[in-house]
C-alpha cells in the first residue's frame, strides 16, 4: 500500500511539473466559432527591454512601428486555416468597431489599416496584457463585424541573455484570446518563444532593420504553435 501511494504521489508532482512548465494555457473550447475579426494587435517594448543596449541608427519605436502591418497580415493568414476570417481591412472604417474603441493612453504599438490605426478597447495594462475585453463590447463587436468570435492578439517584446556565452536573443511573449457572440472569452492562449540569431553580448545587441525580424519571427513561430493547438 505505501508503495503505491508514493508511486502515486511521483505520477502527481509528474503531472503537475509538466502543467507547470507547458507554454500554452487554454480557456474553454472555441467549437462553435466558425468566423472571426481579429479586432486588436498590440505589441509592447515592455520597460524599453528591446531598446536597452540596442546598437543602430534607426530608432526602436519605429522599427517596432514599421514591423505591426505584417504581424496582423500573418494572423489573418494562419487564422484563415482555422476559420473563416474577416481581415480587417474590410472593417476597419466600421462604426461599431471604432466606437468600442477608447483612447490609447498605454504605450503600445498597432497596425495601421488603411491608413487608420487599430483602435485599443482598454486602458488597463493588465487588461491589454491579457488580451481581455469587456464582454459588452465582445458582443457589440461580434454583432457589428458579424462574426462569431472577435480575436485579440497581443505580444510583448524583450531580450533574453543566457548561456555559457552570454548571447542576447530576441524574445516575445504572446497571448491570443477570442471572444464569443455572447461576450465569453472561449479561448486563451500563450506562447513565449526566444530568437534563433545571436544578436549581441551581455544584453547588448544589434537592433536595425534585419535584425528587427527576429522578433517578427520568434512571434510567427509562436503564433503557428497557438493556432495548431486550436
Same mark, same amino acid.
Request: aromatic letters at 6%; a positive charge; one cysteine or more.
Given at each position: 500500500?505505501?508503495?503505491?501511494?508514493?508511486?502515486?504521489?511521483?505520477?502527481?508532482?509528474?503531472?503537475?511539473?509538466?502543467?507547470?512548465? $507547458?507554454?500554452?494555457?487554454?480557456?474553454?473550447?472555441?467549437?462553435?466559432?466558425?468566423?472571426?475579426?481579429?479586432?486588436?494587435?498590440?505589441?509592447?517594448?515592455?520597460?524599453?527591454?528591446?531598446?536597452?543596449?540596442?546598437?543602430?541608427?534607426?530608432?526602436?519605436?519605429?522599427?517596432?512601428?514599421?514591423?505591426?502591418? $505584417?504581424?496582423?497580415?500573418?494572423?489573418?493568414?494562419?487564422?484563415? %486555416?482555422?476559420?473563416?476570417?474577416?481581415?480587417?481591412?474590410?472593417?476597419?472604417?466600421?462604426?461599431?468597431?471604432?466606437?468600442? %474603441?477608447?483612447?490609447?493612453?498605454?504605450?503600445?504599438?498597432?497596425?495601421?489599416?488603411? %491608413?487608420?490605426?487599430?483602435?485599443?478597447?482598454?486602458?488597463?495594462?493588465?487588461?491589454?496584457?491579457?488580451?481581455?475585453?469587456?464582454?459588452?463590447?465582445?458582443?457589440?463587436?461580434?454583432?457589428?463585424?458579424?462574426?462569431?468570435?472577435?480575436?485579440?492578439?497581443?505580444?510583448?517584446?524583450? $531580450?533574453?541573455?543566457? %548561456?555559457?556565452?552570454?548571447?542576447?536573443?530576441?524574445?516575445?511573449?504572446?497571448?491570443?484570446?477570442?471572444?464569443?457572440?455572447?461576450?465569453?472569452?472561449?479561448?486563451?492562449?500563450?506562447?513565449?518563444?526566444?530568437?534563433?540569431?545571436?544578436?549581441?553580448?551581455?544584453?547588448?545587441?544589434?537592433?536595425?532593420?534585419?535584425?528587427?525580424?527576429?522578433?517578427?519571427?520568434?512571434?510567427?513561430?509562436?503564433?503557428?504553435?497557438?493556432?495548431?493547438?486550436?
Amino acid at each position: 500500500m505505501k508503495k503505491y501511494i508514493y508511486a502515486l504521489t511521483i505520477l502527481c508532482s509528474l503531472l503537475a511539473l509538466a502543467l507547470a512548465s $507547458s507554454p500554452i494555457v487554454s480557456a474553454k473550447s472555441g467549437g462553435s466559432i466558425k468566423k472571426v475579426a481579429v479586432v486588436s494587435l498590440t505589441v509592447s517594448d515592455v520597460a524599453g527591454s528591446v531598446r536597452a543596449g540596442s546598437i543602430g541608427t534607426t530608432p526602436v519605436s519605429k522599427l517596432i512601428d514599421s514591423s505591426v502591418n $505584417s504581424m496582423l497580415s500573418d494572423a489573418e493568414k494562419k487564422l484563415g %486555416g482555422k476559420w473563416t476570417v474577416v481581415k480587417a481591412s474590410g472593417f476597419i472604417d466600421n462604426a461599431g468597431y471604432r466606437k468600442a %474603441g477608447v483612447k490609447k493612453t498605454l504605450t503600445v504599438y498597432v497596425p495601421k489599416v488603411n %491608413g487608420r490605426e487599430m483602435p485599443v478597447f482598454t486602458q488597463v495594462s493588465k487588461e491589454i496584457k491579457g488580451g481581455k475585453i469587456d464582454p459588452q463590447k465582445a458582443k457589440d463587436l461580434c454583432r457589428a463585424l458579424n462574426v462569431d468570435g472577435v480575436v485579440l492578439i497581443f505580444s510583448e517584446w524583450a $531580450s533574453k541573455t543566457g %548561456g555559457m556565452v552570454p548571447t542576447t536573443k530576441a524574445m516575445t511573449k504572446n497571448i491570443l484570446t477570442v471572444w464569443d457572440r455572447n461576450g465569453d472569452q472561449v479561448i486563451k492562449e500563450r506562447v513565449d518563444m526566444v530568437g534563433k540569431r545571436s544578436l549581441g553580448f551581455s544584453g547588448v545587441k544589434a537592433v536595425n532593420k534585419d535584425t528587427i525580424g527576429e522578433w517578427r519571427d520568434a512571434y510567427s513561430r509562436a503564433l503557428d504553435k497557438i493556432v495548431s493547438s486550436l
